[in-house]
């Protein structure tokens, strides 16, 4: 695979090499001969042959400034022979990359700066909008991510999928990006305008009356259409412009030398936009201070934020093209061209992969972490924006509080991605493991005791100047920020690390099988129970003791998990190095010692002994 620019001249200059081969061979010929060839060569920057012909001349021309060797024949005469193996002259480095792959990374940094900054406001927003709207709040978001957003997410991958049968890559790039560009600006200058005339609430009202408050948040996604659109395409924009688009370009253009130095930096870039972007909610979240009595805030606020997407986005488009006009066609790009035989891949069914998962017991406790965190970070979220509109129920404000959050997000984030490469070389798997559940039951204590026992803890936060209220919005902020934080940069690692000492079949199938199953059902677990417990009880705040009760079920269910897997690792990994020690030292057995390693490894002092010791 070629791997820099550095290659790509080498390769010519094997070619000027392999064409001035025939050639310069019947110079040596000649030469041989002793028909006038000088018995020197000139060692300089424009070499010449000097012999009796003129096409001795024009043979050696090609290997001027080529590095170049004399080599004595047995008549005593000299022949020219070019350095295959030489290094390229003018290549530019800067930080130890040449300036294609410089330009390729800053390109591409760019690039994901730009989609993650728009991807943060329109988070940000869309929960403004589908909580505030008339008629809704935190309970919508269940049921928005049950029967809007999977479906429809599935319907886009589909859509996704056929188009690319039928474009190329740059087509299939402009054909997504831009329907989104178009309808977060319409939605803002067009659609936001016009909700009193679209939005159908007198209709959904009466049915509301028959039905019941239990059914309000369902009606409510009826009602409020519109921002539900919004809310959905704002998801898809996380999934399919991050995920697909971005990631499918950077494997495409990055080889696998440039992969492993880009990629771990935006990941630290990403939370660098989430703290610009943050400021940015901020400041048009504020714009209301200013303006006249009567003046819509929050229609302002949207046609500002909005209006940076779209630049952002046409940014990203442009930043595109010009990679693909100017970058892509001096640089050295993957052999995807070639074609390769298909591997198969291990792809199992629902039914397969719950028999595997129920099968063996690393699968399972790895399993039971991946649905718990998905579950927990549901219930908790739900419960705490339902405060947070409770505390700004102007749009205004709770998007100002979401843009603040955002920008804490990627501080801590960033912080802890740093922090953790410490974490896991001192205190190893096992307990970076165990951090993100611990966090989760700390904080959740804290805010459900805020929540749910509120009256009798009025006078003791009184004293430090808050409500309860406000409190619980402050306490449930820091638990999802620090949870998220330490899921990015402790959880995620820690759930990869647990694939390497298993065998490659158990690898293959387990990862196959966690894919199918825990991720989707980890993400719309919490949301089914809070619409069970919300129909049953007829309102998110009447079912939120319950809420608390399987959240610490859920996360003690976690640790023991956790506790557990770490110490099937532990083992896992000595015995890998027990058997390496036997192959290479060829010893009946091996004694273990081991230690922390890097990353959190366990890494094995052996001992090896044969049948003939003492001892």
């Excluded at 029967?147 to 740059?170: C, E, H, I, R, T």
């Excluded at 405060?387 to 802890?416: C, E, H, L, R, W």
């Excluded at 740093?418 to 959740?444: D, E, H, M, Q, Y």
């Amino acid at each position: 695979m070629i791997v820099g620019r550095e290659a790509s001249r080498g390769l010519q200059g094997g070619a000027v090499c392999a064409s001035s081969h025939a050639k310069l061979n019947g110079v040596a010929m000649r030469a041989s001969s002793g028909k006038g060839v000088s018995k020197r060569l000139l060692a300089s920057r424009k070499q010449q042959v000097v012999g009796s012909s003129s096409a001795a001349r024009r043979a050696a021309e090609p290997l001027a400034s080529r590095s170049s060797v004399v080599v004595k024949s047995s008549s005593g005469n000299n022949k020219v022979v070019l350095a295959a193996a030489s290094e390229p002259e003018g290549e530019r480095k800067f930080l130890g990359m040449s300036m294609i792959s410089l330009c390729k990374f800053v390109s591409l940094a760019f690039m994901f700066f730009c989609i993650l900054f728009n991807y943060t406001i329109l988070r940000d927003t869309k929960d403004v909008l589908v909580v505030t709207a008339p008629g809704s709040g935190a309970e919508i978001i269940p049921f928005l991510k049950t029967w809007l957003n999977l479906p429809l997410a599935f319907g886009f991958m589909w859509l996704y999928a056929k188009l690319s049968d039928v474009m190329g890559p740059q087509r299939l790039f402009y054909t997504i990006i831009f329907p989104f560009l178009a309808f977060f600006t319409s939605f803002a200058f067009i659609i936001y305008p016009l909700k009193d005339f679209i939005h159908p609430y007198g209709p959904v009202n009466a049915v509301l009356e028959v039905v019941g408050d239990r059914f309000a948040a369902p009606l409510a996604i009826i009602a409020n259409w519109s921002y539900c659109l919004f809310y959905v395409a704002s998801e898809l924009w996380g999934s399919v412009v991050v995920s697909v688009l971005f990631w499918g370009f950077a494997n495409q253009i990055c080889t696998v030398d440039e992969a492993k130095q880009f990629y771990p930096l935006f990941g630290l870039g990403a939370n660098v936009a989430l703290i610009f972007s943050g400021r940015a909610v901020k400041y048009f979240s504020q714009v209301r201070a200013n303006l006249p009595p009567g003046v819509d805030g929050w229609g302002m606020s949207l046609r500002g934020m909005m209006s940076l997407v779209l630049a952002f986005g046409l940014l990203i488009a442009l930043n595109y093209w010009a990679v693909n006009k100017f970058l892509l066609p001096k640089a050295n790009l993957p052999d995807s061209a070639k074609p390769k035989p298909k591997k198969k891949k291990e792809k199992m069914s629902v039914p397969d992969s719950l028999k595997f998962l129920a099968g063996q017991k690393y699968i399972r406790d790895l399993a039971t972490l991946v649905v718990a965190y998905g579950i927990s970070i549901n219930l908790v979220e739900v419960t705490w924006k339902s405060k947070i509109k409770a505390q700004f129920p102007n749009p205004n404000d709770y998007s100002a509080f979401m843009g603040d959050f955002s920008t804490y997000t990627g501080v801590v984030t960033f912080t802890m991605m740093i922090v953790s490469r410490f974490i896991f070389r001192k205190f190893g798997w096992g307990t970076a493991a165990l951090i993100t559940p611990i966090v989760l039951f700390v904080t959740g204590i804290a805010f459900f005791s805020l929540v749910l026992f509120s009256d009798a803890l009025t006078p003791s936060i009184a004293a430090l100047g808050m409500t309860p209220l406000f409190a619980a919005v402050l306490v449930g902020a820091a638990q999802n920020i620090f949870s998220k934080s330490s899921k990015y940069s402790l959880f995620d690692p820690c759930k990869e690390m647990a694939y390497i000492p298993l065998d490659q079949e158990t690898k293959v199938k387990g990862k196959a099988a966690i894919d199918v199953v825990c991720n989707p059902l980890g993400k719309s677990g919490g949301a089914l129970i809070q619409q069970f417990l919300i129909l049953g009880f007829g309102s998110l705040a009447a079912s939120t003791p319950y809420l608390a009760v399987c959240l610490f079920a859920i996360i003690g269910i976690w640790i023991k998990s956790s506790i557990s897997l770490n110490g099937q690792f532990t083992e896992l990994t000595k015995e890998d190095i027990k058997a390496e020690l036997k192959k290479s030292d060829d010893a009946d057995t091996v004694e273990v010692k081991s230690k922390m390693g890097e990353g959190g490894m366990v890494e094995g002092e052996g001992v090896a002994m044969s049948s003939t010791s003492e001892d």
